[in-house]
């Protein structure tokens, strides 16, 4: 284990990160398909097991409590059976929950996931997806004042899925109080309100997310195609880094006019669910200790890569994720 991935290791314990965005019940249906509907030409799954976990902006704080770290989430949920459930699913992670505002104007998400053996069949959202009203995005932005002031985080996510939390209002006031403070902000940015992130620190989408943001087609096996398109991104948002998720072409960062590809690690991928918020979980927290931006993208490609091995949407675990940091000698 070299000197860089010891020291990173050592710091994750005593990171304190803010989650800001849409969190979710991620809920799934376990069973075997052995016939076909005489409805409709559809299978038939015989439910075996059902099981429910935390997700969406969630998953980032548990992942980074996987690793040892002490995450806070704030968002704002349903008052609804849905969001009794996932402050439950909170608890039972040891997570805090001071930071879960209910509203009765706002419907808690839930993505119902169907498996039949390790085929994922079907996946069924029950969501809302238009901004907060007003006054939620006023409590919201009176509780991060709260929250900076008291967990007093090193690094602050913004985990967009779209679901309405993080609107144009949230977003900027919330990197106003980050900028106040001295916290640096990672964000994992969706399409709604990609340009409203002006100013951050780390902004992390994946292909998908820069093409609809820029309006432009991007090639992902040419690096000057992304470069180019990364170029684009500091013009209109002003901000560090950008570090681009390329799916089977790995990663590319680049920050103050200096770029850099790393490809992505062989894997038997199974399931990229989630894999996204792993990534901004480990970047954030190399943000946090101010690593360079080599670093912040070679932990963060890597910790993606490994939860893409398993069925469903799973944390990385502290062991496995430094022993392959060992074995592959990463950071460089």
Request: with cysteine; proline share 5%.
């Amino acid at each position: 284990m070299n000197d860089a991935l010891r020291s990173f290791l050592q710091g994750i314990p005593a990171t304190r990160m803010l989650v800001v965005g849409d969190v979710m019940v991620d809920a799934y249906l376990w069973g075997r398909v052995d016939r076909i509907s005489p409805e409709a030409p559809v299978p038939v799954v015989q439910v075996t097991r059902r099981s429910a976990r935390l997700g969406g902006a969630a998953n980032v704080a548990i992942n980074a409590h996987a690793l040892g770290a002490m995450p806070t989430v704030l968002s704002v949920v349903g008052d609804d059976a849905q969001g009794a459930q996932l402050i439950d699913l909170f608890r039972e992670q040891g997570l805090p929950v001071d930071g879960l505002l209910r509203s009765a104007e706002r419907r808690t998400t839930v993505k119902t996931r169907i498996i039949s053996g390790h085929q994922h069949v079907v996946r069924v959202d029950e969501e809302q997806e238009d901004d907060l009203a007003p006054a939620d995005e006023q409590r919201l932005l009176d509780e991060a004042a709260r929250l900076i002031a008291t967990v007093k985080p090193q690094v602050i996510v913004l985990e967009d899925y779209n679901k309405g939390v993080l609107t144009e209002a949230v977003i900027t006031g919330l990197i106003a109080q980050a900028a106040a403070a001295g916290i640096p902000v990672a964000v994992d940015p969706k399409r709604a309100n990609f340009f409203a992130y002006r100013g951050v620190a780390l902004f992390k989408p994946n292909l998908k997310e820069l093409r609809e943001g820029l309006k432009t087609e991007v090639d992902p096996a040419d690096e000057a195609s992304v470069e180019r398109a990364i170029d684009a991104l500091h013009h209109r948002l002003n901000n560090r880094i950008s570090m681009i998720t390329l799916s089977e072409h790995g990663v590319q960062v680049k920050a103050e006019g200096h770029g850099q590809r790393f490809p992505a690690h062989p894997r038997k991928i199974v399931d990229v669910s989630g894999a996204g918020d792993t990534v901004i979980a480990v970047a954030a927290l190399a943000l946090a200790q101010h690593l360079p931006p080599a670093h912040i993208a070679q932990l963060a490609n890597l910790a993606g890569g490994l939860v893409c091995e398993e069925v469903g949407v799973v944390p990385l675990s502290l062991e496995r994720f430094s022993a392959e940091c060992a074995r592959l000698n990463l950071p460089q």
